[in-house]
């Protein structure tokens, strides 16, 4: 039986970004201006599933993403679905553990591993699926200077500089979860989400949005 992969076009500050998700989490996040291309990319990833637009249905989670756009350093439950070679997936993993608003290097990272050759790194780098949340932008150049990124290197700069200021705590939107969620897009109530885009079953906002009467948020959004 062929897989269902969901996928919807979001909007951000940086650009438009397709987001793709499984039934066990996300396994694309990318900024890009070429839709068409970008959706024939994915369909050539993933040739064995079915490819569903999903605006509604993942709309929660894309708008989680926008807000984390705004400030990476925010952090992000969404679940994921990371497909790659043990080795890429080592790497990536290595990424998600670099703390908002410090950098590494390629070669420090092929340290890591156990290597002084930092090719293998590179390209397990340049093949990372999942923008920002697995945050490559972190990786940079011995010397300190910005290297190349897969969703160019004015995304990595605006990024990094984000995370040398990010939002203040008490300007981000919680929910009853005690789940941040940073900003709402167009005043969309961006709480913890199942895999349906549903709220999730012990969030108490419904997906509601705010200044409803019944919304159960318990911030307001940042300015």
Known sequence: MHETIRFAWGISSLGDFLLAVSEKGIVALEFSSARMATEDALRMRFPQAVLERSDEGIASMTAIVAGLVDDPAAGCNLPLDLRGTPYEKQVWQLL??????????????????GTRDAREVTAAIASNPVA????????????????????????????????????????????????????????????????????????????????????????????
């Open 132 to 223: 920002v949340i697995v945050p490559c932008h972190r990786v940079i150049k011995k010397d300190g200077s910005i290297s190349g990124y897969r969703w160019g290197v004015r995304r990595k700069h605006v990024l990094l500089a984000r995370e040398r200021q990010p939002v203040a705590p008490e300007k981000r939107i919680e929910n009853r979860c005690g789940r941040r969620a940073g900003y709402p897009a167009r005043g969309v109530v961006v709480c913890a989400v199942d895999l349906a885009g549903k709220p999730a079953a012990h969030c108490a906002t419904g997906g509601q949005r705010v200044g409803n009467p019944g919304c159960a948020v318990s911030g307001r959004r940042g300015k």
């Open 96 to 113: 998600r553990e670099i703390p908002a608003g410090q950098t590494t290097s390629y070669g420090a990272l092929a340290g890591r591993l």
